[in-house]
């Protein structure tokens, strides 16, 4: 069965950078389209972070626009999230979403 797991979360100070990385069990570039979807400590919500689709297609929410980066690693099997100038605001349990599949998350909280 096709699996996801991210890895890469931690706890980092505000300005800090931190790389996440979603794995597949098999080549992940057969989904169309990748999501990092950051789900919020407190209330639960869900919010698109960053999406990388197979037709070269990216797209962010506005939060992020400028610091994070999506992209697929060279050999075909994950999806990396590269975060930089982190603000408390990026706190949250981060998800890897392809198709149906999603990860179990992976924390990262940024400190003031």
């Known amino acids: 069965q096709f699996r996801l797991v991210e890895s890469g979360g931690g706890r980092v100070q505000a300005g800090g950078s931190l790389r996440l990385s979603c794995a597949g069990s098999?080549?992940?570039?057969?989904?169309?389209?990748i999501a990092w979807v950051r789900q919020d400590f407190l209330t639960n919500g869900r919010d698109l972070v960053a999406?990388?689709?197979?037709?070269?297609?990216?797209d962010y929410a506005d939060s992020v626009k400028g610091r994070f980066t999506i992209f697929r690693d060279g050999a075909k099997t994950a999806v990396v999230l590269e975060m930089t100038n982190l603000k408390p605001e990026d706190t949250g349990t981060y998800y890897c979403?392809?198709?149906?599949?999603w990860g179990d998350g992976t924390e990262v909280i940024v400190a003031s």
């Open positions: 098999a080549e992940i570039g057969t989904f169309s389209k």
């Open positions: 979403n392809a198709g149906a599949y």
């Open positions: 999406s990388a689709s197979s037709d070269g297609r990216k």
